[in-house]
């Protein structure tokens, strides 16, 4: 399978702990995207990497957020001191930088419940 | 504050019907309107997208429908299979950040045998 791969599929975690997801993109694009989907909405920018280099983080994404994309290759998102209103899915997405408007492409996500 | 507003939020349509989805925008600047299909457990996964500069767009089964001075565009599913069953979210992305979709709050498409 080559599409966009999110590590674990699941996790359950009480509050106050710190979680980490891993998001390994489809091989060669170059631009990764975070974005967070809450139930009976749509995905919701969080940030997103042209190969290493973080260029655009919403102002969803509060000090307890950090991603990094090391070597431009996979990402990964950590929430410290989760929040119940955490508790979203969390999808990876990757596109090639072939100009305007390539394709996002969506992993299956990494859906966080904070009990 | 939501820039894409889409309607209705749930839907049922007859096998072989049509379903119709309607999204509105604020942002004039927007110039990319994808539409993405997403299944139960699944990311979403794009269908079909248009530009500003034509009205209509088809592939297959599905049809986009935009009117420019009206900031509104629409998603037709001809002939709806039960297959179609899914949410379907419009978008809406700028030049400078295409990437960056503007997603409307989805609408659940039933389609019955």
């Known amino acids: 399978d080559t599409g966009v791969s999110q590590d674990p599929r699941h996790k359950i975690t009480k509050r106050g702990q710190n979680v980490t997801f891993r998001c390994d993109p489809i091989?060669?694009?170059?631009?990764l995207y975070w974005y967070r989907q809450t139930l009976g909405q749509g995905p919701e920018f969080l940030t997103y990497?042209?190969?290493?280099?973080?260029?655009?983080k919403s102002r969803l994404l509060s000090d307890r957020f950090s991603a990094e994309r090391p070597k431009g290759s996979f990402s990964t998102l950590e929430i410290q001191r989760t929040e119940q209103g955490d508790s979203a899915m969390y999808l990876c997405?990757?596109?090639?930088?072939?100009?305007?408007?390539?394709?996002?492409?969506f992993g299956n996500g990494t859906r966080l419940t904070v009990t | 504050q939501q820039q894409v507003k889409q309607s209705p939020q749930s839907l049922i349509v007859q096998k072989g019907g049509i379903s119709i989805i309607n999204c509105a925008y604020e942002?004039?600047?927007?110039?990319?309107f994808p539409w993405y299909q997403q299944f139960p457990g699944k990311g979403p996964a794009l269908l079909i997208a248009i530009r500003p500069d034509v009205s209509e767009k088809k592939e297959g089964r599905f049809t986009i429908s935009f009117n420019k001075s009206a900031k509104q565009f629409s998603l037709h599913i001809m002939d709806s299979q039960p297959g179609d069953s899914a949410t379907y979210f419009c978008?809406?992305?700028?030049?400078?950040?295409?990437?960056?979709?503007?997603f409307g709050a989805g609408t659940q498409v039933v389609v019955t045998p």
């Open positions: 997405a990757s596109s090639p930088d072939r100009g305007r408007h390539s394709p996002l492409h």
């Open positions: 978008a809406a992305s700028l030049t400078d950040s295409w990437g960056k979709l503007q």
């Open positions: 091989s060669e694009h170059n631009r």
């Open positions: 942002n004039t600047a927007f110039d990319y």
């Open positions: 990497f042209q190969n290493e280099a973080q260029l655009e």
